[in-house]
T-cell receptor
Framework: GENVEQHPSTLSVQEGDSAVIKCTYS??????FPWYKQELGKRPQLIID?????GEKKDQRIAVTLNKTAKHFSLHITETQPEDSAVYFC????????????FGTGTQLKVEL | NAGVMQNPRHLVRRRGQEARLRCSPV?????VYWYRQLPEEGLKFMVY????????ESGMPKERFSAEFPKEGPSILRIQQVVRGDSAAYFC???????????FGPGTRLTVL
């Protein structure tokens, strides 16, 4: 089955700096890669996703890149703000093949003033 | 995503009791997924259901756990004879026709005493 690894497990940045979180996946057939943000005690919220026919996607301060050959994808947050502090999870899925999300272990991002 | 409802939000059970967790997906979303999040860990897939059908239950423990999504009413995750190791947050997610994007409910936090 699919296995997703995520690094780093914790990340501390100064407000205004950029943050990068990286994930690798094992199943080359996976074709959908969402990112979720989870604040303490809250639900995971979808913040951006990318499909395997696209190499990069951007939404304001958030961008995701995908390298299918290397089987890794990354989340980039620019101009970080204190409200970006949360746990971020990457995930991988094969659409049409059960549609279950396999999650990474999460990255605790802390944006310091 | 705000339309995905779960209840109860918090559930306390003593060892050996039964826990019933309910999930009402967004209107028009007929695909329901259950995930479990142990403390300080990521989300693990449990089961994928469509109306009246279990599509994939590969993540469900072999015993004590069952799930259903009847023609009428919410999806239910049932845990019989709970043990302390069942203490976790249980999230349901739903998707619509696109069956890619999964939106999560607020979760049920189960505590087994």
């Amino acid at each position: 089955g699919e296995n997703v690894e995520q690094h780093p497990s914790t990340l501390s940045v100064q407000e205004g700096d950029s943050a990068v979180i990286k994930c690798t996946y094992s199943d080359s057939a996976s074709n959908y890669f969402p990112w979720y943000k989870q604040e303490l005690g809250k639900r995971p919220q979808l913040i951006i996703d990318i499909r395997s026919n696209v190499g990069e996607k951007k939404d304001q301060r958030i961008a995701v890149t995908l390298n299918k050959t290397a089987k890794h994808f990354s989340l980039h947050i620019t101009e970080t703000q204190p409200e970006d502090s949360a746990v971020y999870f990457c995930a991988a899925m094969l659409t049409g093949g059960g549609n279950k999300l396999t999650f990474g272990t999460g990255t605790q991002l802390k944006v310091e003033l | 995503n705000a339309g995905v409802m779960q209840n109860p939000r918090h559930l306390v059970r003593r060892r050996g009791q039964e826990a019933r967790l309910r999930c009402s997906p967004v209107k028009g979303h007929s695909h329901v997924y259950w995930y479990r999040q142990l403390p300080e860990e990521g989300l693990k897939f449990m089961v994928y259901l469509q109306k009246e059908n279990i599509i994939d239950e590969s993540g469900m423990p072999k015993e004590r756990f069952s799930a259903e999504f009847p023609k009428e009413g919410p999806s239910i995750l049932r845990i019989q004879q709970v043990v302390r190791g069942d203490s976790a947050a249980y999230f349901c997610a739903c998707s619509g026709v696109s069956y890619n994007e999964q939106f999560f409910g607020p979760g049920t936090r189960l505590t087994v005493l």
